[in-house]
């Protein structure tokens, strides 16, 4: 996600307050959701090296020193052994499920934005910056799509396809809070957490 949001102080605008110089007549934000990259389904051979790898993991670990000791009367090694022997079972677990956990997934995605030295990533960038341009110049000129519905407080659920939008197609979309959505259809993503990273 890329987003902008505009602050508009005049006094010549309707609605404006004696206090226009310090408060916002208009606040509008353009928001530009990159392509989703999508991860292929999992696989047996995806299971079963998930599988190696946390095997591995644990025989290399603390465990078996562990349980030893705990053998030997102590407590808190027993308490210690107990603890990574639940967190093995559980890796286990959710390795051998047939579809990525919300976890995994999370690692596959972070792997591909990053590959290539983030090549992907500054991409998105460079394109999200391009799109940020575009709407900006049709926000100013009022040529955004529904911009008269922009402030409309409706609810909309953004995590489902909305109204015109086919998969695969890129348009913009206004939301309620002069907020404006440009993605492509069948990415949905939520809109709760945009942060301002760069200051000019």
């Not at 110089?21 to 989703?36: H, I, K, Y």
């Amino acid at each position: 996600m890329t987003s902008l949001k505009i602050d508009v102080y005049s006094a010549a605008i309707e609605g404006a307050d004696r206090r226009w110089e310090t408060r916002p007549v208009r606040t509008d934000r353009l928001v530009v959701a990159s392509d989703q990259v999508r991860i292929e389904p999992k696989t047996q051979d995806d299971i079963d090296a998930l599988v190696k790898a946390e095997n591995e993991r644990f025989a290399a670990g603390p465990t078996q020193d562990l349980i030893a000791k705990a053998n030997a009367g102590d407590r808190a090694a027993r308490k210690k052994a107990l603890k990574e022997q639940w967190r093995h079972d559980f890796r286990l677990k959710e390795a051998r499920q047939t579809n990525w956990t919300p976890a995994t997934a999370a690692l596959k995605h972070a792997g591909i934005w990053v590959a290539d030295d983030c090549s992907l990533l500054t991409g998105a960038l460079r394109s999200n910056n391009a799109e940020l341009e575009r709407m900006l110049v049709a926000l100013h000129d009022g040529s955004l799509p529904g911009q008269e519905l922009a402030g409309d407080e409706g609810k909309i659920d953004i995590m489902q396809p909305l109204p015109g939008e086919q998969d695969g197609v890129r348009m913009v979309n206004p939301l309620p809070g002069n907020t404006f959505l440009s993605r492509r259809g069948g990415d949905y993503a939520s809109l709760a957490h945009l942060y301002t990273w760069y200051e000019p």
